[in-house]
């Protein structure tokens, strides 16, 4: 089973960074990760320097197909999770995911996992919701048997999107701000926790149908951003500002950045008040529950992989 070819399609981003340390901690050693972010391949290949890695737009046809053949098993990860452009969204979530399932019929590969996300089954409307309900259809409706996972909102080594974001940002300004009251339900999911489950499903094929992954652990927002304080030992201010003013400077500075770490939709979905299922993953999967507070200090203090930081 440990050297069983494993494809990881976007496996340079967050979760496939965690995916891949802890694929090879268990000692797995044929792992493939196609991605189309140069930088962020240049970090996983200075980590993990005895992985298979080639650049790819997953979204056209290309020698990365030829990775396909042979393979066991694909964790199907890559996902355009930010940005303002339709289409960036519709490339990366859709018609690469096209590409890859055809790829998976045509070379009989018999394992696959998919990476799909909560926001399938939220009141959010934005691209990033539209196109990840569009990707996980075509999953269900290719006949490939796989557990679909669908995470919450996701921290842990390697995060430059969302608390990784939050924490580099803090530590630059002398004030924080807080949209309104900052009291936004969040059910923020270990990626360490998250890792663990794939594995569980690369291992365990009784593993399928949909998954809520869920955090175990209900916490609002301007909490989050107190425990960051507290794990990074910043001395910031953290101050509440009105919702519609804090609306305004993000979509400012989507006029000047044309791939912005938060953007207006994002911050719409973040008060969209959305709650999702909480499931005992940690029983079905056989993987414990790290504590949030726990899962701060790892992301933020661990010595070998804290410091190691993704771009956009």
């Known amino acids: 089973m440990k050297a069983s070819k494993i494809v990881l399609p976007g496996g340079a981003g967050l979760v496939g960074q965690n995916l891949v340390a802890r694929l090879k ?13 140069r930088a962020n391949l240049a970090v996983l290949k200075n980590t993990q320097p005895d992985i298979t890695t080639e650049f790819a737009d997953l979204a056209e046809p290309g020698d990365w197909q030829r990775h396909f ?31 890859i399932l055809e790829q998976i019929k045509l070379n009989n590969v018999p394992r696959l996992v998919h990476i799909s996300s909560s926001v399938v089954v ?18 269900l409706e290719s006949g490939i048997p796989c557990p679909i996972l669908r995470p919450t909102l996701m921290f842990g080594w390697f995060d430059r999107k969302h608390l990784g974001w939050l924490s580099r940002f803090m530590k630059k300004v002398p004030v924080f701000p807080i949209p309104g009251d900052g009291r936004y339900l969040r059910q923020p999911l270990y990626v360490g926790d998250f890792a663990n489950v794939i594995i569980s499903c690369i291992e365990n094929v009784t593993h399928n149908g949909i998954y809520n992954i869920s955090g175990h652990e209900n916490v609002d927002y301007i909490d989050i951003i107190r425990e960051i304080k507290r794990a990074t030992g910043v001395s910031t201010v953290i101050a509440k500002i009105p919702y519609k003013l804090f609306y305004a ?35 079905i999967f056989g993987v414990p529950y790290t504590p949030f507070s726990v899962a701060i200090n790892e992301t933020f203090n661990d010595p070998t992989y804290s410091k190691i930081g993704l771009e956009f």
Do not use: C
């Open 25 to 37: 901690a268990k000692g797995y050693t044929n792992i493939v990760v196609l991605d189309k972010h």
């Open 122 to 139: 939220s009141v959010a409307d934005d691209f990033y919701t539209n196109t990840k309900k569009d990707q996980e259809q075509l999953v």
């Open 249 to 283: 400077l993000i979509w400012t500075w989507g006029l000047f950045d044309k791939n912005p770490p938060f953007t207006t939709q994002q911050l719409s979905s973040l008060s969209a008040k959305d709650e999702f299922e909480v499931i005992d993953w940690p029983g």
């Open 69 to 99: 053949v042979g393979a066991e098993v694909v964790v199907m990860l890559q996902a355009q999770i930010g940005g303002n452009d339709y289409q960036e969204f519709v490339r990366n979530n859709v018609d690469a995911t096209a590409l």
